[in-house]
């Protein structure tokens, strides 16, 4: 079964470039780190600066397995980096960056009881449909294992307040200097078609991700019709 024994979560306000924040990480059987980072880019022209070079923890990089860059002139990036059984230690996260952006948000979560051959079995992204006139989202995804642990990230490009879909339990729960980011979790036990959502009130551009953690245990093949 996979728990989550972490959640970590900082917000830097106002313009930066890099982020560097301290973690403890417990020592934990089949352990995942996950970093999941939002950006906010307010000023036309300057999106490419939010796209992440490099996510290191205790010196030791982690690996990129979703990174969705906003699209126009104002850009909601979110991205997910990951790295297999991190060892139990007190070290920094440190993110960096291409260029300044106006906001930034760092999450860290780490979790117990995840395949450490193939930690994910399902992801995708979206970003900004309907041209920042939408004021929700969703994405499915069709999980091949069971009591997977299913998680999403979203950045939105206003400070409303955030509200998940059904059945999902809340992460973060936070808005910063200029934008919105929020987390999910949801039952996995199952496997087959699984979709996450989300809702805000004023109109704005998003940058959106979901991802599936396969359990230690899982094996065996599996079929989905639909």
Not at 38 to 59: E, K, L, R, Y
Not at 180 to 199: A, P, Q, V
Not at 211 to 224: K, L, M, W
Request: charged fraction near 10%; include cysteine.
């Amino acid at each position: 079964m996979i728990t989550p024994v972490l959640v970590y979560q900082d917000t830097v306000g106002g313009s930066t470039q890099n982020v560097t924040r301290s973690i403890s990480v417990p020592s934990v059987a089949n352990g995942l780190l996950i970093v999941l980072v939002a950006a906010d880019q307010v000023t036309g022209g300057n999106w490419p600066n939010s796209a992440i070079s490099s996510i290191t923890f205790n010196g030791v990089s982690l690996t990129q397995l979703e990174h969705d860059l906003g699209i126009n002139t104002r850009s909601e990036d979110v991205a997910c980096w990951y790295l297999v059984n991190p060892p139990a230690v007190t070290a920094n996260v440190v993110v960096t960056r291409a260029g300044t952006v106006s906001g930034s948000s760092v999450t860290s979560l780490v979790f117990s009881g995840v395949n450490q051959v193939t930690p994910f079995n399902a992801h995708t992204n979206l970003a900004g449909a309907g041209g920042g006139s939408t004021t929700s989202t969703s994405l499915s995804i069709i999980t091949s294992v069971s009591n997977a642990y299913l998680l999403d990230f979203i950045c939105v490009g206003n400070t409303d307040t955030l509200t998940s879909g059904s059945n999902q339990s809340v992460l973060v729960g936070n808005t910063s200097d200029s934008f919105s980011k929020d987390g999910s979790t949801k039952d996995g036990t199952n496997f087959g078609l699984k979709t996450l959502s989300w809702s805000w009130t004023t109109t704005a551009f998003f940058a959106y991700i979901f991802i599936s953690i396969a359990p230690v245990q899982a094996g065996g093949t599996y079929a989905y019709f639909m």
